[in-house]
């Protein structure tokens, strides 16, 4: 437990450290502005007071801090039945970085990580896991891991039947489909319909395959929600299996998402300055490639006034694919929390073979 403790420390210390330094900032503000002798003797004696706690071992907070273990917690979830935040605890117990030897509840956490999983259906994982506790720990907790260990291959035998009879449902499907689209083979529908069940037996190139027919033959499928979600048509016209499935497809399909704006502190002798990054990702959740793709950030103070803007320039986005996008604000005003709000717009090239409408 040397080697933990160690760490604990050294993490507390370094947390202690960075409040001590904040203190002393805000101790330098005040005293500055109001220019007070005596409010001056009181911050520094409390400073004193924030630097003697630093220089003490950390014992008590140290105390405080491994009071609960995670077993401990993650025991009372899971009697309460929350056990997807259990298996979270043992998990994270199991998975430390610690030395297994310096773990004297792992094996009693693996089987519990062992029984979450099962209890939430994730029999494949609690097979693994509970595989682990036998080669590692076979001499303990065997005859629980042995029970549990007959449990999980019973609902895994179940599922893989349902999944080999399901199987077998979506081949006649497939077959009976292929007859009608060989002998209807200007159906646009037909083809659709076997473009939809390649897609379900994993065949997903010959899927586009059937996607592209119906599309030639009726191009109003191209709107189709399921299509547009799963091919992608180059600059050439072919069409391909789309790099990525997006949720829903918004009204334009250059979006930005994830966008998040961030205070960034830099600090030297002369004190803090304060920058706005401003990041997300563009995603291209449309059917064709598009080109010379920027985004353009704006951020406005509490009176809606521009105070800055950035252009971040991404170039080519394929159908499907997702880039992320940064931007700083140094010159914008004196302090950053007068930044309110800000939007972004998406500015793009669409391809000439791109349908309108």
């Not at 205070?263 to 002798?269: A, K």
């Not at 140094?330 to 939007?343: H, M, P, Q, R």
Request: charged share 25%; hydrophobic share 35%.
């Amino acid at each position: 437990m040397g080697k933990s403790r160690s760490n604990i420390n050294i993490k507390i210390r370094n947390r202690q450290i960075a409040f001590l330094k904040r203190l002393m900032v805000l101790i330098w503000k005040h005293a500055f502005f109001l220019k007070s002798g005596v409010y001056l003797g009181i911050c520094v004696i409390l400073a004193g007071a924030g630097a003697a706690g630093c220089m003490k071992t950390g014992g008590s907070i140290q105390a405080n801090y491994t009071k609960v273990s995670l077993v401990e917690e993650a025991d009372r979830l899971f009697e309460k039945g929350q056990y997807q935040t259990a298996l979270l605890k043992y998990s994270g117990y199991v998975l430390s970085p610690y030395p297994n030897k310096d773990k004297r509840d792992l094996p009693y956490a693996r089987y519990q990580m062992a029984l979450c999983q099962f209890l939430l259906g994730q029999y494949t994982d609690a097979r693994m896991t509970l595989s682990t506790l036998m080669k590692e720990n076979p001499g303990q907790y065997r005859q629980e891991a042995d029970a549990l260990m007959a449990k999980i291959n019973e609902k895994i035998q179940a599922r893989d039947q349902i999944l080999a009879q399901k199987q077998d449902e979506l081949q006649q499907e497939i077959q009976k489909v292929e007859q009608f689209a060989a002998q209807n083979p200007n159906s646009a529908e037909y083809h659709f319909q076997l473009g939809d069940l390649y897609w379900k037996a994993g065949r997903t190139t010959d899927a586009v395959k059937e996607y592209e027919k119906a599309a030639k033959l009726d191009p109003s499928y191209l709107e189709k929600s399921t299509l547009r979600q799963r091919v992608r048509v180059t600059s050439a016209g072919e069409f391909t299996v789309r790099d990525s499935i997006p949720l829903a497809a918004p009204q334009s399909p250059v979006r930005v998402t994830g966008a998040r704006m961030q205070i960034v502190q830099r600090e030297n002798w002369l004190g803090k300055k304060e920058t706005i990054r401003l990041s997300g990702q563009v995603e291209n959740v449309g059917l064709y490639d598009v080109t010379n793709v920027q985004v353009e950030v704006t951020i406005y103070d509490f009176h809606d006034t521009v105070q800055g803007v950035q252009l971040a320039k991404i170039g080519t986005l394929r159908a499907g694919q997702k880039r992320p996008f940064s931007v700083l604000f140094d010159d914008y005003s004196e302090l950053a929390i007068d930044i309110n709000k800000y939007t972004t717009q998406v500015f793009y090239d669409e391809p000439r073979n791109a349908v309108k409408g």
